[in-house]
């Protein structure tokens, strides 16, 4: 009797113990299943949210600028009743900084021919300006102001049927303009603008005092990082 008493105290025993071992197992097999599938997936410690609004952030930096165009330029006053309008390169070369502003120095050659009917002289203007320019927005079309101050290399050439009569003068000049560019390509824009130039002659150039200019240019505009 003693040892049918024992034997069923082992096996009520070794039945607890087999499901107490059974229990355990899957519970924490199920706790660790369900925290890692809560979990979102982390790549180097960040969170992809937080990488993605970093990445898009733009880097605002400076950028040197190369200009070139070619000028149809107007006459207005005495200097319109015997000049046609007249033709010529441009070129500037400055640093856009991250506020808009653009600082350059600019240069060029405009030759206005006679009007029919007059005498054979020529006017050629030579300008050296330093300009500075605003640009509104960053966007693929950016309209801007600008203005310009420096001098103007002056020549009047007269042929006739004698000797040729040269005068050359060194003259104050300053210029106001608007215009609008268009992206091209990367950093490559086409611009058009307008402006008006304050020459200030003296009554050997064109009789007047000063010699206002309308010139209109179209050209490439090019931004070197």
């Known amino acids: 009797m003693k040892n049918l008493l024992l034997l069923v105290f082992l096996g009520t025993l070794f039945s607890s113990s087999s499901v107490w071992a059974d229990d355990f197992s899957p519970m924490n097999q199920d706790t660790i299943t369900q925290t890692n599938n809560s979990t979102a997936p982390v790549a180097n410690n960040t969170l992809p949210s937080v ?23 107007f006459p207005t006053g005495h200097l319109n009743n015997v000049a046609a309008e007249g033709w010529g390169p441009e070129g500037s070369f400055g640093y856009r900084f ?20 007059m005498l054979n002289t020529t006017w050629d203007v030579v300008p050296i300006l330093l300009k500075c320019q605003y640009n509104f927005g960053n966007i693929n079309i950016q309209p801007y102001l600008f203005l310009g101050a420096g001098i103007a290399l002056n020549a009047q050439s007269s042929s006739f049927a004698g000797p040729s009569g040269v005068v050359s003068e060194t003259d104050f000049l300053e210029e106001g303009g608007l215009g ?46």
Not at 58 to 67: A, E, K, L, S, V
Not at 195 to 223: C, M, R, W
């Open 51 to 73: 990488a993605a609004n970093n990445a898009a952030v733009p880097t605002n930096i400076g950028t040197w600028i190369f200009q070139v165009d070619g000028e149809t330029s």
């Open 98 to 117: 991250p506020q808009n502003i653009t600082l350059s120095i600019e240069t060029g050659y405009v030759g206005y021919a006679p009007k029919n009917g």
């Open 180 to 225: 609008i560019s268009f992206a091209l390509l990367t950093q490559t824009y086409l611009f058009i603008q307008g402006k008006v130039e304050v020459d200030n002659t003296s009554s050997n150039y064109a009789g007047d005092q000063p010699t206002v200019l309308i010139p209109i240019d179209v050209g490439l505009n090019i931004q070197v990082n």
